[in-house]
């Protein structure tokens, strides 16, 4: 399913002259390396960063330092301002970011299967997507990275819809 999503995603990016790139903490690279299987992929992905350590979500991905001392690494807005700077720093129309709890313990007096995930798009538009995942922790983590290449490939087909009507 995963493979099938990232051939659409692809598809829609190339169709519309984009490109994007992703962001990730949990996931730990599973969302770049989706969107990196199809042949072609290079047509409109970028990149990515695997930012795990919340010092390097400040130093590569330029969340604000406050905002992660005042609600920690798991977040709504920690996952939008990933996602801007992932967008920001590869010069791409649309970032991807996911930022959770996979387990097995608590983080940030958050739940494990708390995720929050988020696309960056053109002039800063944010869409997000808050999910509560249960199973072990590759489930979460895989559904994670199902859950967010979803979001992305709404965005897109949404956008594809603006643009054409």
Same mark, same amino acid.
């Given at each position: 399913m995963r493979g099938f999503a990232a051939g659409q995603i692809l598809s829609l990016l190339v169709r519309q002259g984009a490109t994007a790139a992703v962001a990730e903490s949990l996931t730990g690279g599973l969302i770049g390396a989706a969107l990196t299987d199809p042949m072609g992929a290079s047509a409109a992905f970028r990149g990515g960063v695997i930012a795990y350590a919340t010092e390097l979500k400040i130093k590569l991905l330029g969340v604000p330092a406050d905002l992660l001392e005042r609600e920690g690494a798991v977040h709504p807005d920690v996952a939008a301002a990933m996602a801007k700077g992932v967008r920001d720093l590869t010069e791409s129309d649309y970032g991807l970011a996911v930022t959770g709890v996979a387990g097995p313990d608590m983080q940030d007096g958050k739940a494990v299967g708390?995720?929050?995930?988020?696309?960056? @798009?053109? #002039?800063? $538009?944010?869409?997000? *997507?808050n999910m509560m995942l249960n199973g072990s *922790? /590759? $489930?979460i983590r895989e559904?994670?990275? =199902? /859950?967010? +290449? #979803? +979001? %992305? $490939? @709404?965005? %897109? #087909?949404?956008? %594809? @819809? #603006? =643009?054409s009507g």
């Open positions: 708390t995720v929050y995930a988020a696309v960056c @798009g053109p #002039e800063g $538009r944010v869409w997000h *997507r *922790r /590759e $489930r559904a994670t990275a =199902q /859950e967010a +290449l #979803e +979001l %992305l $490939r @709404g965005v %897109l #087909e949404a956008n %594809l @819809g #603006e =643009q």
